[in-house]
């Protein structure tokens, strides 16, 4: 497969142009293709269906606070029938899952300020 043929495939899922997979063709066109076959392997039909693996990469690219692959995998989502509600609810479940990051990466705080009182 040709890279514009990759690009143009991407350009078909996202249902707009890979903006980031082209800027890093420029730079390592490679890159491109190692990008295209982890997401492959990812994203393979397997024990997990693929409407819950967009999901579940929806809410870890918010988890993460990455806007841009969060819209991406919400436009490529919907592109695919996933409904608006199920998108909002795995970004609530990300949204609580980060709020107990928080709350556990201060339990050792938390022991402190309850010795300290």
Do not use: W
Request: aromatic share 6%; net charge neutral.
């Amino acid at each position: 497969m040709q890279l514009s043929d990759l690009l143009s495939a991407m350009e078909n899922e996202l249902g707009s142009e890979p903006h980031v997979m082209k800027l890093l063709s420029k730079l390592k066109e490679e890159a491109v293709f190692e990008h295209a076959n982890n997401k492959n392997f990812a994203m393979k039909e397997g024990t997990i269906p693929a409407k819950y693996k967009l999901l579940i990469s929806i809410a870890v690219s918010a988890g993460l606070g990455d806007s841009k692959c969060t819209e991406t995998y919400a436009r490529v989502a919907r592109r695919k029938g996933v409904a608006v509600d199920e998108i909002m609810e795995a970004l609530l479940i990300s949204r609580f899952i980060k709020a107990t990051t928080v709350m556990s990466a201060a339990s050792k705080t938390m022991e402190f300020l309850i010795e300290d009182k």
